[in-house]
């Protein structure tokens, strides 16, 4: 096969009820992924965990008997954050870690994903295996050969137990007021115990998941919430996670919010702090361009890869690096996971805000984020913007007026027939100008 049909770049994501999030297809992935599996393990042991959506009890019924029918054992674990059953599947010495979760999605989406034995992304080969598995007709295991599936009981605390084992054991987090917002999501349950047994005082928000709720109003994605609860109640900080818990977004007592850029720069600081070597960082092509001259005056590369975690984890495993994210607040620290953790992220910041006896804002004093603009132009069908010379000439004019002090990244969308022009410059004022002036080369901002 030469592309693939359903997985896209986070595995496979869509409305519930509609192809391909449904049960019967569901099924079939499961009993084809179980296929893939058995090619290389007689007897392979599945892990599921799930976000708070609703739908997912009829996804991991369907899986779970997808998963048996091809000769899978299954270990269900229920409402679990993406990075505690990645963490879960490595330490459980499973074949295969799979989520069902559409992250930051509303609770009408759903998605499946899914983790090596190492705890890892899968690469393209694999999901490819599993599609022309899934073209074949399915191939039933005998009775004495059917899967059998279980529960882990505890498997909140065991993740529970690793994120704090991420934090300084000389450190404490008591004297410290809290605000966590776990988006009504996976995490309702785990992030409020970790930040109490280091210690703090925990304000829980966001943490009552009725099916329906994830996402809405609350978490990393709306973290409106979180500004106001922490201000109500005096906190020092606030922790907003998405409904799978592996974005981030944090507030500190004023009331600000800082992005996954800054949140970034502050853990590769503590690490510079300690005399620790960090060689380089990844970051995005949206990564604000203050980051990138901080960390550079730092003596620390920076590179540019493109949008989603997904191509972050490849540029470091490339580079060998530890060190990456995303302004949206995914972020990776691949001595402490394999994966984006939301919780184990804010628990490094935290360490350097405690650590240093300062606060967010201290620590990054000479961190002055340039003003972003990003406006979405509409293309018309077969529109050739990558031809367009009047296109080029408004870029090279923009180039040459910010210099060193800005810059421009075109890039078209993968989902809408949209081109995104966004600039980066030392005042809004002039990011909006030259924003515009490009766009209006382009057509209409719908």
Same mark, same amino acid.
């Given at each position: 096969?030469?592309?693939?049909?359903?997985?896209?770049?986070?595995?496979?994501?869509?409305?519930?009820?509609q192809?391909?999030?449904?049960?019967?297809?569901?099924?079939?992935?499961?009993h084809a992924?179980?296929?893939v599996?058995?090619?290389?393990? *007689?007897r392979?042991?599945?892990?599921?965990g799930?976000?708070?959506?609703?739908? $997912?009890?009829?996804?991991?019924s369907?899986m779970?008997?997808?998963?048996?029918? #091809? $000769?899978?054992?299954v270990?269900?674990?229920?409402?679990?954050?993406?990075?505690?059953?990645?963490?879960?599947?490595?330490?459980?010495?499973?074949?295969?870690?799979?989520?069902i979760s559409?992250?930051?999605?509303?609770?009408?989406d759903?998605?499946i994903?899914?983790?090596?034995?190492?705890?890892?992304?899968?690469p393209?080969?694999?999901?490819?295996?599993?599609e022309?598995?899934?073209?074949?007709?399915?191939?039933?295991?005998?009775s +004495?050969q059917?899967g059998?599936?279980?529960?882990?009981?505890?498997?909140?605390g065991?993740?529970?137990?690793?994120?704090?084992s991420?934090?300084?054991n000389?450190?404490?987090l008591?004297?410290?007021?809290?605000?966590v917002?776990?988006?009504?999501g996976?995490?309702?349950?785990?992030?409020?115990?970790?930040?109490?047994?280091?210690? +703090?005082e925990?304000?829980?928000i966001?943490?009552?998941?009725?099916?329906?709720?994830?996402?809405?109003?609350f978490?990393?994605?709306?973290?409106?919430?979180?500004?106001? #609860?922490?201000?109500?109640h005096?906190?020092?900080?606030?922790?907003?996670?998405d409904?799978?818990?592996d974005?981030? *977004?944090l507030?500190?007592s *004023?009331?600000?919010?800082?992005?996954?850029?800054e949140?970034?720069?502050?853990?590769?600081?503590?690490r510079l $702090?300690?005399?620790?070597?960090?060689?380089?960082?990844?970051?995005t092509?949206?990564?604000?361009? #203050?980051?990138?001259?901080a960390? %550079?005056q730092?003596?620390v590369?920076?590179?540019?890869?493109?949008?989603?975690?997904?191509y972050v984890?490849?540029?470091?495993?490339?580079?060998?690096?530890i060190? $990456?994210?995303?302004?949206?607040?995914?972020?990776?620290?691949l001595?402490?996971?394999?994966?984006?953790?939301?919780?184990?992220?804010?628990?490094?910041?935290?360490?350097?805000?405690?650590?240093?006896?300062?606060?967010?804002?201290?620590?990054?004093?000479?961190v #002055?984020?340039?003003?972003?603009?990003?406006?979405?132009?509409?293309?018309?069908p077969?529109?050739?913007?990558?031809?367009?010379?009047?296109l080029a000439? +408004?870029? %090279?004019?923009?180039?040459?007026?910010?210099?060193?002090?800005?810059?421009?990244?075109?890039r078209?969308s993968?989902?809408?027939p949209?081109?995104?022009?966004?600039?980066e410059?030392?005042?809004?004022?002039?990011?909006?100008?030259?924003?515009q002036?490009?766009? +209006?080369?382009?057509? *209409?901002?719908?």
């Open positions: 096969m030469s592309g693939r049909q359903y997985f896209g770049t986070d595995g496979i994501r869509g409305t519930v009820g192809a391909p999030i449904t049960p019967d297809f569901v099924l079939r992935l499961a992924v179980g296929h599996l058995r090619e290389k393990e *007689q392979p042991t599945v892990l599921i799930k976000d708070t959506r609703i739908s $997912g009890y009829m996804l991991e369907a779970e008997s997808g998963f048996n029918s #091809a $000769g899978v054992d270990v269900l674990l229920g409402p679990l954050p993406t990075p505690g059953v990645a963490y879960l599947t490595r330490a459980q010495r499973a074949s295969l870690g799979v989520v559409a992250s930051h999605n509303p609770f009408m759903n998605g994903k899914f983790f090596s034995s190492q705890g890892t992304k899968l393209d080969a694999w999901e490819l295996a599993v022309a598995a899934l073209e074949l007709p399915p191939q039933w295991v005998t +004495a059917l059998k599936s279980r529960r882990l009981d505890d498997a909140a065991r993740y529970i137990e690793f994120c704090k991420t934090f300084a000389d450190l404490t008591k004297g410290v007021k809290i605000v917002d776990a988006a009504h996976a995490a309702y349950h785990i992030a409020p115990k970790v930040f109490h047994e280091l210690g +703090a925990v304000v829980a966001g943490c009552a998941p009725d099916g329906i709720n994830i996402n809405q109003g978490g990393a994605t709306h973290p409106q919430a979180l500004v106001r #609860a922490v201000q109500e005096q906190a020092d900080f606030g922790v907003a996670l409904g799978d818990a974005r981030l *977004q507030v500190d *004023q009331g600000r919010l800082y992005n996954g850029d949140l970034l720069y502050l853990m590769v600081d503590d $702090g300690r005399d620790e070597h960090v060689p380089g960082v990844v970051g092509l949206m990564t604000n361009l #203050a980051v990138e001259l960390l %550079q730092r003596g590369h920076f590179v540019r890869a493109k949008v989603g975690d997904r984890l490849e540029a470091l495993e490339q580079h060998h690096w060190l $990456g994210g995303e302004g949206s607040g995914h972020l990776l620290a001595d402490k996971h394999t994966t984006g953790d939301g919780l184990i992220s804010a628990l490094q910041v935290l360490q350097a805000c405690v650590r240093s006896g300062k606060t967010m804002a201290e620590l990054l004093q000479g #002055a984020l340039f003003p972003q603009t990003l406006i979405n132009v509409r293309l018309a077969g529109q050739d913007w990558q031809s367009s010379a009047a000439d +408004a870029i %090279q004019s923009v180039e040459l007026e910010l210099g060193d002090s800005g810059r421009v990244l075109i078209a993968g989902t809408e949209l081109l995104r022009v966004m600039v410059a030392r005042s809004a004022a002039q990011a909006q100008e030259c924003a002036r490009i766009a +209006a080369t382009i057509g *209409q901002a719908p």
